[in-house]
């Protein structure tokens, strides 16, 4: 997991692969805040971009996810959230694959936690749970947007 803001790339030490998706023009937190909800994809890019609102609640209501062959960067562009999260692979523990590579665990240990504001990112690898969504104080409305990048993009 790799934390920052879309305004500070340079602390965030992001490998090549993904800072190079996150300094696009169309990637910028401008942009992103400007474009209208739905899906995205530049031409010819392995990766795609769902940016849409969601809504908050408490973690104990929340699922806990993890892919096998995508990796997430989730940015918040409006409002807040919590994300839980593991430093330990997912990878092997039941779960349920609920749609094509997306694993929601059965009985998840989340250790961690991290709160994102408008502007700020986190990456989950393949096999990083995570569970998103949650709220601060009380559920509310969050708009965000969800980067899809291959797993095979990091080793290239």
Do not use: Y
Request: hydrophobic share 45%; net charge negative.
């Amino acid at each position: 997991m790799i934390a920052g803001h879309l305004r500070a790339l340079a602390l965030a030490t992001l490998p090549d692969a993904l800072l190079s998706i996150l300094t696009l023009p169309e990637c910028s937190l401008e942009a992103l805040c400007a474009r209208e909800d739905g899906r995205f994809q530049p031409e010819g890019a392995a990766w795609f971009c769902h940016i849409g609102n969601a809504n908050t609640s408490p973690a104990a209501d929340r699922h806990t996810e993890f892919h096998h062959d995508w990796l997430d960067i989730q940015v918040v562009l409006e409002g807040e959230e919590i994300i839980g999260f593991d430093t330990r692979s997912a990878i092997g523990q039941p779960a349920t694959e609920r749609k094509p590579d997306l694993f929601i665990l059965d009985n998840p240990a989340l250790h961690n936690e991290i709160l994102l504001r408008s502007g700020d990112f986190v990456t989950f690898a393949p096999g990083e749970p995570h569970r998103a969504l949650c709220c601060t104080t009380h559920p509310a409305v969050v708009r965000k947007a969800v980067f899809k990048v291959p797993a095979s993009a990091l080793k290239e």
